[in-house]
Nanobody, 118 residues
Framework: QVQLVESGGGLVQPGGSLRLSCAAS????????MGWFRQAPGKQRVLAAL???????NYLDSVKGRFTISRDNAKNTVYLQMNSLKPEDTAVYYC????????????WGQGTLVTVSS
């Protein structure tokens, strides 16, 4: 069964940290780009962070210097370390697995809620 299972979301105070994890199963993990998208209430889903199969990373401008994406191919897991969290980081965070080829499909997780509030 193909699935991405996120964990680590929750309520945190401004300035705090959270670490999201996304465990993949049923897919070839190491060859895929992996990412975290986020969707704030009433807004579109946007890419927060991406890591390629080779380890290159890209970040949304507003999270650069605060968020770090990493992957462990041995564990089929991608992480998002979020530091210095701000109320505007509040969103549902979705794990994303890119397609291996034009014949393949992208895979999405079910989402985990991150709330930054005092």
């Amino acid at each position: 069964q193909v699935q991405l299972v996120e964990s680590g979301g929750g309520l945190v105070q401004p300035g705090g940290s959270l670490r999201l994890s996304c465990a993949a199963s049923g897919i070839i993990f190491s060859g895929r780009a992996m990412g975290w998208f986020r969707q704030a209430p009433g807004k579109q889903r946007v890419l927060a962070a991406l890591i390629t199969s080779g380890g290159s990373t890209n970040y949304l401008d507003s999270v650069k210097g605060r968020f770090t994406i990493s992957r462990d191919n041995a564990k089929n897991t991608v992480y998002l370390q979020m530091n210095s969290l701000k109320p505007e980081d509040t969103a549902v965070y979705y794990c994303y697995a890119g397609a291996l080829s034009v014949m393949d499909l992208e895979v999405w997780g079910q989402g985990t809620l991150v709330t930054v509030s005092s």
